[in-house]
C-alpha cells in the first residue's frame, strides 16, 4: 500500500455531505483504478444527508468489494478490542480502512493509511482542503466505537 499525498492533494470532497463517496474514491484513486478527475460517487450521492457505509455494503466498484463492519450501538459494550484487531489486519494486509469519526457537526470519514506507535495515522478531504489526523485509535476509544469500511480486491 502506497499513500501518495499528491492523489490525496488533487482530489476534492465537492458537496458538504459527501464524504462518505468522496473517501471511496480517494481509495479507487490510490490503487489506479479511477482516473484523478473521476467524481461519478459523489456526483450520484450529490448532497445526500441520510447516507452511511450502509450504502456501499457488499458493493462492487472498479474490482473492488467493499464491506461495512462494526454497525453497532456506540457504549460500553461496543467489541473496541475486535474493531482495532481488524483495523490492524487491514493495514498488515496493505489496505486502507475508512473509519467515521464525530465531529461537531455530525460525522466526517478518514481513512487510516498506517500505524505508528499503537496509532493510527487518517487523512481525509474538507472541499479542497486535505486534513491530517494523527489520534485516530485515542478518539474511537472516546467515541466508544465506530463503523468502518473495508475493501478486497476481487
Same mark, same amino acid.
Given at each position: 500500500?502506497?499513500? =501518495? ?7 476534492? %470532497?465537492?458537496? %458538504?455531505?459527501?464524504? @462518505? ?17 473521476n ?6 450521492? /450529490?448532497n ?8 456501499? +455494503?457488499?458493493?462492487?466498484?472498479h474490482?473492488l ?5 462494526f454497525a &453497532?450501538?456506540?457504549? +460500553? /459494550? ?12 487491514? &493495514?498488515?494486509? =496493505?489496505?486502507?480502512? *475508512? ?8 460525522w466526517?470519514?478518514?481513512? *487510516?493509511?498506517e500505524? @505508528? =506507535? ?7 478531504? =474538507? %472541499? ?6 494523527p +489520534?485516530?485509535?485515542n478518539? @474511537?476509544? %472516546?467515541m ?11
Open positions: 500500500m502506497t499513500f =501518495n499525498k499528491d492523489i490525496i492533494d488533487e482530489h476534492k %470532497q465537492i458537496s %458538504q455531505f459527501s464524504c @462518505i463517496p468522496s473517501a471511496v474514491e480517494m481509495i479507487l484513486k490510490l490503487l489506479n483504478k479511477i482516473k484523478i478527475n467524481y461519478e460517487l459523489q456526483t450520484s450521492w /450529490n445526500k444527508r441520510d447516507g452511511s457505509f450502509s450504502d456501499f +455494503d457488499n458493493k462492487k466498484l474490482g468489494l467493499f464491506k461495512r463492519h &453497532l450501538p456506540r457504549d +460500553d /459494550n461496543f467489541p473496541i478490542k475486535d474493531l482495532f484487531t481488524k483495523i490492524d489486519d487491514e &493495514l498488515e494486509n =496493505n489496505r486502507y480502512v *475508512i473509519v467515521s469519526i464525530a465531529n461537531l457537526t455530525g466526517h470519514m478518514y481513512i *487510516i493509511y500505524k @505508528i =506507535n499503537d496509532e493510527y495515522l487518517s487523512f481525509s478531504k =474538507n %472541499q479542497n482542503n486535505t486534513i491530517y489526523k +489520534d485516530v485509535k478518539i @474511537i476509544i %472516546q466508544e466505537g465506530t463503523d468502518i469500511l473495508t475493501y478486497e480486491i476481487l
